[in-house]
């Protein structure tokens, strides 16, 4: 059973960089035609996709945060992260990362964990 | 605004079945797979429907998906107090070269 976890600081000041790993365990995150994926969620708003990446290293970003992510992967630790700089209030939320089946479908997520833009 | 559109809102009684709605465009839902997720507050989104119509592992066949054109619905029959939660549709933009999603339709059993 695949399971993912996120970590990271809960509290980010403003215009800092965002720093989230997901650790992967119960498989490898190079097994299997996968996408690994973030996904937000702002409180009392929808969910919003940030990004994502392949093992190869290969990576799409929403264009709404393109300029500031950055997702990348280290097959050797299991594990992929996001980084999202010159964060702001808006970028408080809920979030998550998961395994992609296909490029809408993700079967696996993590519990989620709230990051806090605030000084 | 979201680029897939959803009722804010959907109802119904125990038993009955519901349906919600999910529109788009020829760049999302026209060329690409359909994704429902059912959202719980405090947990993560859980695929119910993949590929438009298919159902992973251990939903239960209460669930259903369909497509045509640029829309898309989750129909729930049988329904259950437990499935009062948020429903979101997704699909891949290729115009976007991204992931979106509906707006939400939180799903209340009266």
């Known amino acids: 059973q695949v399971q993912l976890q996120e970590s990271g600081p809960r509290l980010v000041k403003p215009s800092q960089t965002l720093s989230l790993t997901c650790t992967v365990s119960?498989?490898?995150?190079?097994?299997?035609?996968?996408?690994w994926s973030w996904t937000r969620q702002p409180a009392g708003k929808g969910l919003e996709w940030i990004g994502r990446i392949y093992t190869s290293g290969s990576t799409k970003y929403n264009p709404s945060l393109k300029s500031r992510v950055i997702i990348s992967v280290d097959t050797s630790k299991n594990q992929f992260s996001l980084m999202l700089s010159s964060v702001t209030a808006a970028d408080t939320a809920v979030y998550y990362c998961?395994?992609?089946?296909?490029?809408?479908?993700?079967?696996?997520w993590g519990q989620g964990t709230l990051v806090t833009v605030s000084s | 605004q979201s680029v897939l559109t959803q009722p804010p809102s959907a109802s119904g009684t125990p038993g009955q079945r519901v349906t919600i709605s999910c529109s788009g465009s020829?760049?999302?839902?026209?060329?690409?797979?359909v994704s429902w997720y059912q959202h719980l507050p405090g947990t993560a989104p859980k695929l119910l429907i993949c590929r438009n119509t298919q159902r992973p592992s251990g939903v239960p066949d209460r669930f259903s998906g369909s497509k045509s054109g640029t829309s898309a619905s989750l129909a729930i029959s049988g329904l259950r107090s437990e499935d009062e939660a948020d429903y979101y549709c997704a699909a891949w933009d290729d115009s976007l070269s991204g992931r979106v999603f509906g707006g939400g339709t939180k799903l209340t059993v009266l």
């Open positions: 998961a395994r992609d089946a296909d490029s809408s479908a993700s079967d696996y």
């Open positions: 020829s760049s999302n839902i026209g060329s690409n797979y």
């Open positions: 119960g498989g490898s995150i190079s097994s299997g035609s996968y996408y």
